[in-house]
């Protein structure tokens, strides 16, 4: 049964810093990997998706990882503002199943 | 761009009450899914829907719960005879037949059982 660990599970940081969020998954054989933000009580957005076929997607200050073999990917964001602050979920998809969600980060950038 | 819809948006209702939540997927998807997220907790699969039947469910989903697409463009998730370990976020999502498989999802249910 495929399992999804994201760490730290809450993070502080000054605005302007480089961070890193980390997630892991068990099974490595997976389609795809996805990443969401989710603000205090609201949806899932979503923010990258890597295809097992790739290493890596960017979008603005984002850059998201994909090591398949070792179960792995990582988010970086670059220059943190407090606008980033929110809890950012790593999702994993195995073919025709459904997303396996990790609990999440939650993020805080303070000004 | 295109979006997923949800109503209401949320959702109070009394322990042992029916409820419908309601989805409008993105017009040319054709695989539909109901997750939940319990607060705090991670967000879990409940069903998925495909060529008007269920094409694979968790054991969340138990008898008590119920989808159906009534018209070519709602989905719904029906709750017989809600229980307070029912309160959570639901959250639908569809996504179209191919690669990548990007699910896109609503902005949410908040369902609260008293």
């Known amino acids: 049964k495929q399992e999804v660990t994201q760490i730290p599970a809450a993070l502080s940081v000054p605005e302007g810093e480089n961070l890193v969020l980390n997630c892991s998954f068990t099974d490595s054989a997976i389609y795809n990997l996805q990443w969401f933000r989710q603000d205090p009580g609201k949806g899932l957005t979503s923010l990258l998706l890597i295809q097992s076929s790739q290493r890596e997607q960017t979008s603005g200050r984002l850059n998201a990882s994909l090591d398949k073999s070792s179960g792995r990917s990582t988010l970086y964001i670059a220059a943190s503002q407090p606008g980033d602050s929110a809890t950012y979920l790593c999702a994993v998809l195995k073919g025709n199943t459904p997303l396996v969600f990790g609990k999440g980060t939650r993020l805080s950038v303070i000004a | 761009e295109p979006e997923v819809t949800q109503t209401p948006s949320h959702q109070v209702t009394q322990m042992g009450q029916e409820v419908i939540l309601r989805c409008v997927p993105i017009?040319?998807?054709?695989?539909f899914y109901w997750y939940r997220q319990i607060l705090g907790q991670k967000v879990e699969f409940l069903v998925s829907f495909y060529n008007n039947e269920i094409s694979e469910k968790s054991e969340i989903f138990d008898d008590q719960f119920s989808v159906e697409r009534p018209d070519g463009s709602n989905f719904t998730l029906k709750i017989r005879s809600t229980k307070l370990e029912d309160s959570a976020m639901y959250f639908c999502a569809s996504r179209v037949q191919g690669a990548p498989l990007e699910q896109y999802f609503g902005p949410g249910t908040r369902l609260t059982v008293t």
């Open positions: 017009s040319n998807h054709l695989y």
